[in-house]
C-alpha cells in the first residue's frame, strides 16, 4: 500500500502551521515521518507520487516539500527541478536512499535547499526543515501594517503566500487565493472584473466557467472574515466583479 494523501493530526497551536508535502511512495516511513511532522507542529500532508503532488499543490497551501528521488511515474529529481521552477517560494528538502557525491550534487545543482541520505535521524530532518522554514521566513516582523493616516491595514507577501490581518496575525494562502488577492488589491480603488480574475489565474476568459471563480472569491472571503471578522475584505460589485473594501499594504511580486 502506497502512502496517496495521508494526513496526519496536527498538534494545536495558535499561529499558523507550515504547511508540509511529504512525497514518498514507502507507505511506513511515510507514514512515521508525518507522525513526527504533525508532532513537532507541522501540518503535513502525505503524497506518494508526482501527480498526487501537483493536485495537491494546486489546491492546498504549502511551504515546504520532503521529496524523495525514487518514485513511481516522475522521478523526484525531475519534480525538485520542476518545482524550482515553478514555484520557487516552496523550500525544498531531498530525503533518499541515493547517496553517493554526484546524486547529492544532482540534487543541489536541481534546485533542493537540502540533501539528507536515508536512513537520517528525524531530530536532523527536523531541524535542516525548521532552519530552512526560519529562512524562507526572514523578513521584518509582520505587525499591524500602519496605512498613511496611521489606520491598520492587511499586508499580502504574495512571494511568500501569506497574508497578515490587520492585527498582524499571518494566513497561510493557496496559490489561486493569492492570485486572487493580488489582483483584487492591484485594482482597488476600483473593482476588479470576472475577466481579470480570470486572467490572474491564467485562464482563457471566453472558456472559463465564472461559477469557479464566484466558488473561490467565497472561499477567500470567508477565510478572510474568520481571521479577521471585524469587517467585511471583500464585496461584491453587481454586473462587475469583486471589491477590496479594506485597505492592503506590501503587495509583493
Request: glycine fraction near 8%.
Amino acid at each position: 500500500m502506497m502512502c496517496n494523501r495521508l494526513a496526519a493530526p496536527v498538534a494545536s497551536s495558535a499561529a499558523p502551521r507550515a504547511p508540509i508535502a511529504l512525497v514518498d511512495d514507502n507507505a511506513l516511513l511515510c507514514a512515521e515521518l508525518l507522525f513526527h511532522l504533525a508532532h513537532a507542529g507541522y501540518a503535513p500532508t502525505g503524497l506518494a507520487h508526482g501527480a498526487a503532488l501537483d493536485a495537491h499543490l494546486a489546491s492546498e497551501p504549502c511551504r515546504l516539500v520532503v521529496l524523495d528521488l525514487g518514485l513511481p511515474g516522475e522521478d523526484g529529481l525531475s519534480i525538485c527541478e520542476r518545482l524550482r521552477r515553478t514555484r520557487p517560494e516552496l523550500g525544498i528538502v531531498v530525503l533518499t536512499g541515493r547517496g553517493t557525491l554526484q546524486h547529492r550534487l544532482d540534487g543541489l545543482r536541481g534546485g533542493a535547499d537540502a540533501y539528507l541520505v536515508k536512513p537520517v535521524p528525524v531530530e536532523e530532518l527536523l531541524l535542516v526543515i525548521a532552519n530552512l522554514l526560519r529562512r524562507l521566513d526572514a523578513a521584518p516582523d509582520a505587525g499591524p501594517a500602519p496605512q498613511a493616516d496611521g489606520a491598520p491595514a492587511w499586508r499580502l507577501d504574495a512571494r511568500r503566500l501569506l497574508a497578515t490581518t490587520p492585527a498582524g496575525r499571518a494566513l497561510i494562502l493557496t496559490r489561486v487565493e493569492c492570485l486572487l488577492l493580488r489582483a483584487l488589491a492591484r485594482s482597488a480603488p476600483c473593482p476588479a472584473t470576472r475577466r481579470q480574475l480570470v486572467e490572474a489565474l491564467g485562464g482563457n476568459y471566453l472558456e472559463f466557467d465564472e461559477h469557479r471563480i464566484e466558488v473561490a472569491v467565497s472561499r477567500l472571503r470567508g477565510k478572510l472574515a474568520r481571521a479577521w471578522p471585524h469587517a467585511p475584505a471583500i464585496r461584491t460589485v453587481r454586473g462587475v466583479g469583486y471589491l477590496l473594501v479594506q485597505p492592503w499594504l506590501a503587495v509583493t511580486a
